[in-house]
């Protein structure tokens, strides 16, 4: 054999090697981005729950008589802005967002919640407790799909980085994706006081 023929059967050698490598690299990329895009879905599944069970308390308490009306204005304003945020799973400023617009719409429905203990006759509407049963339910739902997502994401992010898939991420412009972050503030200890007499 001639170092010509030596030669083509190391270079067909070596791009049989990296095409091997690339493909498999590329798969592995892919199927991390489905996943995390699969995990996301999850999340917005649940959060699409919590929004569907809001609505249906709201409709009990609207029919509620004399109920205060600017709470329950809050609430459908803060329902209506959560539900029109569209996330870009790659873009952390559109999770940011998103996050934001769920921090209100819980926020104003905690207020929501506050106000109807002072009306005994919602709170003993059978709609009324099977909506706190099952929205405690969906929170725990939507706390373990926002675990899931970061376990996705850190895994695709895990591929992203590591050599020598980060070669091939490059050049098929895989990027990292961000981590669903805990809302600005949830790390202080709440300031609870109990006022009985």
Same mark, same amino acid.
């Given at each position: 054999?001639?170092?010509?023929?030596?030669?083509?059967?190391?270079?067909?050698?070596?791009?049989?090697?990296?095409?091997?490598?690339?493909?498999?690299?590329? !798969?592995?990329?892919?199927?991390?981005?489905?996943?995390?895009?699969?995990?996301?879905? !999850?999340?917005?599944?649940?959060?699409?729950?919590?929004?569907?069970?809001?609505?249906?308390?709201?409709?009990?308490?609207?029919?509620?008589?004399?109920?205060?009306?600017?709470?329950?204005?809050?609430?459908?304003?803060?329902?209506? &802005?959560?539900?029109?945020?569209?996330?870009?799973?790659?873009?952390?400023?559109?999770?940011?967002?998103?996050?934001?617009?769920?921090?209100?719409?819980?926020? &104003?429905?905690?207020?929501?919640?506050?106000?109807?203990?002072?009306?005994?006759?919602?709170?003993?509407?059978?709609?009324?407790?099977?909506?706190?049963?099952?929205?405690?339910?969906?929170? !725990?739902?939507?706390?373990?799909?926002?675990?899931?997502?970061?376990?996705?994401?850190?895994?695709? !992010?895990?591929?992203?980085?590591?050599?020598?898939?980060?070669?091939?991420?490059?050049?098929?412009?895989?990027?990292?994706?961000?981590?669903?972050?805990?809302?600005?503030?949830?790390?202080?200890?709440?300031?609870?006081?109990?006022?009985?007499?």
């Amino acid at each position: 054999m001639n170092t010509k023929t030596l030669t083509l059967i190391v270079i067909a050698a070596l791009v049989l090697i990296l095409g091997g490598c690339g493909c498999s690299s590329y !798969n592995g990329l892919v199927t991390g981005d489905q996943g995390t895009k699969q995990a996301w879905s !999850n999340v917005e599944t649940n959060y699409q729950r919590r929004t569907d069970l809001y609505s249906s308390v709201i409709k009990t308490i609207e029919g509620s008589a004399n109920f205060e009306k600017s709470t329950l204005k809050d609430v459908l304003a803060a329902r209506a &802005s959560a539900t029109q945020v569209r996330v870009d799973i790659n873009d952390p400023a559109t999770l940011a967002k998103f996050q934001a617009a769920q921090g209100q719409l819980q926020s &104003s429905f905690g207020r929501l919640m506050a106000v109807a203990e002072a009306y005994p006759d919602l709170k003993t509407t059978r709609s009324f407790q099977d909506f706190q049963t099952q929205i405690e339910g969906t929170e !725990n739902r939507i706390n373990i799909a926002r675990k899931d997502y970061n376990a996705s994401v850190q895994d695709y !992010n895990l591929q992203v980085k590591r050599f020598p898939n980060n070669i091939f991420a490059g050049i098929f412009h895989f990027t990292e994706k961000p981590y669903y972050e805990a809302d600005a503030g949830s790390d202080k200890v709440p300031d609870i006081q109990f006022n009985i007499k």
